[in-house]
């Protein structure tokens, strides 16, 4: 019977009690959507769509809850082609079918399918946004990679062995990253997945990273957190609102002018690093007079020895900005008069302090 035949000989009290369930997962997902809850609120307008796929409000509850919870980068970063091409190539040296591949943070399922286009048996693929891993389940079926690949709904952090993977990992792939390269906790991701998931000599890609930062003068740059007297009205007071973090932004959108030399600022070995506070100074010799805007930061990553990534403002075509983080007010810096820069990192996030100005020793 076809499901418009079916619909249309229901009894009238039970369409209309099919009506009432589908206007109560409706309001359950408004409700959830209002309080912030979006992959439940997702997860009641499935609901509503199941039993009435063309219901308009339902679809764009259900959109709308979605565009919330799936970060609208996924789509720039998938065609990244640089991203997938070195991910690529770095997994196919990697993989041996007999090799146990964890996937942390599958999104579409990409690397976990490059994994198994390259040889390997068995692929855990966990995603730990509920809605992304079932889209990815759907895409590794079509593609004919479910024998090989399991998708896993969960964060990393909440799976152990054997009740979520057979055994612990080989190889750990993953691409969690930011344009700050820890903002998506990747630290604290792969320490437990080293504790919890891996075997000891398991191989992680990727393997180490870098963060690089440079300050630069940037009106435009300055302006992106920063307001003053607009159309005749001092608005400064928002400034109390500004970022004090960073925040992504495209360097060569922007007129900029660079004020030191590239620094590196911390290392990070995925092997052996976990996600505790540091902490670093560095003396910073300007190598131009001008006004500090902001510190401007970046990565490079070292995805196995030989194939590397990075979002340094000299590789215009990553779908990774910079991060940058503008100083609360501009600092005039000159050659000869180095500045003291406090940079620290924790779990997720990587800020900046201009300490102050230093006598020029010798
Ligand atoms: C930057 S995307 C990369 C997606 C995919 N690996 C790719 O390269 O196309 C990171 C994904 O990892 C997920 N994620 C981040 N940390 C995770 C964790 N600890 N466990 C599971 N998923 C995680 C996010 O929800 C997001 O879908």
Redesign the pocket.
Known sequence: MSEDLHEAVLPEDTAGAVDREVAEFIRRGRDLHESGRFDKAIEEFELALALAGDNREAVLGHNRAVRRHV?R??WE??HDKE??DL?DRAIRQVVRPDRLVL?????????SMMAARAGAREVIA????PA?AAVAEQIIHAAGHHRAITVVP????AMRVPEDMPARADILI?????CALLG??ILG?IA?AREHLLKEDALILPSAGRVFAQLVESDSLFRKNHVGDLYGFDLSEFNRLASLEYFDSRLRNHRWRPLSEPMEIFAFDFYRDGPEERRAEFVVSPTAEGRCHAIVFWFELDLVPGIGLTNSPGNPESHWKQAVQCLPDPLQVTPGEPLLLEARHDEASLHFTAVGMREATS
């Open positions: 970060p980068w996924h970063m998938l991203r997938a991910y996937d942390i943070g599958t999104g579409t399922g990409l690397l966990c995603e730990g946004q992304v969960k964060r990393s952090t993953t691409e969690t990253i930011d998506e906790g991701t437990h």
